[in-house]
T-cell receptor, first 114, second 114 residues
């Protein structure tokens, strides 16, 4: 199957700093990318959907100015957590979808805000 | 709204045991149903899917049948292996088309002992 990578795989930062997470589709062009957040023992919760070259569509309750998403190319999307606080600590997962039906998921990025 | 409920884990089995992980859903219309698997340190991978009532999805010895009358999509395998140890997620997609949003259950961790 197609491969999606995320970088970094884990990050620890101080409260108030910004963190950027990259999501890359390595062997296919992802016209749509999805960003999810997962709390311990909870479901993956969709945060936003982005189409290449367009503004992301955020789910209800997700702050656009807090979680900046850029989908500048068909193989790269970035999520920036701005002014991170401890409550932003979580596991962030991206996925990409091309012309087929299936979403391909990255391995996730664990964020810990101190 | 749409939702997915799956049995809580962890589930611990001996090798060659029979596996069932229950999944029920709530949705309007006719959703597509999926099982994803996440092996340690890797991203979610599509295991199998079914797009209409009475369809049976199967892959790697795993099976699940789309039961509209009971709104269920239980995952089964007749003889598990140590290599099946992973977290399994049931999911549905309610929107038509290839870019619909996935709604996930909380995941069930399976550990298979030799």
């Amino acid at each position: 199957g197609a491969v999606v990578s995320q970088h970094p795989s884990w990050v620890i930062c101080k409260s108030g700093t910004s963190v950027k997470i990259e999501c890359r589709s390595l062997d296919f062009q992802a016209t749509t990318m999805f960003w999810y957040r997962q709390f311990p023992k909870q479901s993956l919760m969709l945060m936003a959907t982005s189409n290449e070259g367009s503004k992301a569509t955020y789910e209800q309750g997700v702050e656009k100015d807090k979680f900046l998403i850029n989908h500048a190319s068909l193989t790269l999307s970035t999520l920036t957590v701005t002014s991170a606080h401890p409550e932003d600590s979580s596991f962030y997962i991206c996925s990409g979808a091309g012309t087929e039906e299936t979403q391909y998921f990255g391995p996730g990025t664990r964020l810990l805000v101190l | 709204g749409n939702s997915v409920t799956q049995m809580e884990g962890p589930v611990t089995l001996s090798e060659e045991a029979f596996l069932t992980i229950n999944c029920t859903y709530t949705a309007t219309g006719y959703p597509s149903l999926f099982w994803y698997v996440q092996y340690p340190g890797e991203g979610l991978q599509l295991l199998l899917k079914a797009t209409k009532a009475d369809d049976k999805g199967s892959n790697k010895g795993f099976e699940a049948t789309y039961r509209k009358e009971t709104t269920s999509f239980h995952l089964e395998k007749g003889s598990v292996q140590v290599s099946d140890s992973a977290v399994y997620f049931c999911a549905l997609r309610g929107l038509a088309g290839s870019q619909g949003n996935l709604i996930f259950g909380k995941g069930t961790k399976l550990s298979v002992k030799p």
